[in-house]
């Protein structure tokens, strides 16, 4: 394998050695890898402000001879996100995101939308007044419908009846489609829904998280995406969260 530069953002960064690093990162065209920075912890001038997490960084990768590990040569940091750092609230949503991106193991041939994502979320976290509580649990709603695991929000997917007018429309999780309350299904786990989180739903699935990221819901509206979330996420990526991290149902 020969060289390469490629942008990566930083998910994670850990020391091996006294001088060593090895960094956890996702790039647009590789999807997720790790590489290593010799003397990183040392060396100002080879990564003059690179190696922190969160940050989108120009890398020179240098694959050894034998292509089993990724050195990194040099970086150019191209995003520092200290405004995020800055408040423990705000690196607390970003850290819940970074998270649950590394847990759902991204094909290389949706990187490319999957970083976008990714990027636009801590853009958003780092510099919108408010963010809602809410955000992380819409960032993995968001994730799940990328990674096509999303139901149809428009349509009964039986009938053909416009969800959002309709009766009782359910999801029907482990079929990951939405019925009208007139059609039924074999069963297995359901959340009722009803027209106003539907349209949460689709706001959220069509637009950049800058346009949801101070949604507030009412408790019962809000139950229901959770529970809708929670449940495809643990059925369809085989995830759960729990004591701070994701963890394989
Ligand atoms: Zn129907």
Redesign the pocket.
């Known amino acids: 394998m020969q060289d390469f530069i490629d942008k990566a953002l930083i998910l994670r960064v850990g020391r091996f050695r006294e001088a060593d690093l090895w960094l956890r990162l996702f790039t647009p065209q590789r999807g997720l890898l790790t590489a290593f920075a010799f003397g990183g912890s040392r060396s100002r001038r080879r990564f003059v402000g690179c190696l922190d997490a969160l940050n989108v960084v120009s890398f020179l990768f240098q694959p050894n001879k034998t292509g089993t590990y990724l050195a990194l040569g040099e970086g150019n940091l191209l995003k520092g996100r200290r405004g995020l750092r800055k408040s423990s609230k705000r690196l607390g949503f970003a850290a819940n995101c970074v998270k649950f991106f590394e847990a759902v193991h991204v094909e290389p041939e949706e990187s490319e939308k999957s970083f976008v994502l990714l990027d636009q979320a801590l853009d958003t976290i780092e510099s919108e007044d408010r963010i809602s509580p809410l955000f992380p649990m819409l960032f993995r709603l968001r994730t799940a419908f990328e990674q096509g695991y999303g139901p149809s929000l428009d349509t009964?997917s039986?009938?053909g009846?416009v969800l959002k007018t309709?009766v009782a429309p359910t999801l029907f999780v482990e079929e990951g489609r939405i019925?009208?309350g007139?059609?039924s299904s074999a069963g297995g786990r359901r959340v009722p829904l009803n027209g106003r989180v539907l349209s949460i739903l689709e706001h959220v699935c069509r637009n950049t998280p800058e346009a949801w990221c101070s949604l507030e819901l009412a408790g019962e509206d809000r139950r229901i995406i959770y529970d809708a979330v929670d449940s495809l996420v643990r059925w369809h990526l085989g995830l759960k969260w729990e004591d701070g991290r994701f963890l394989r149902t």
Do not use: I, Y
């Open positions: 009964c039986q009938c009846k309709a019925l009208c007139e059609c």
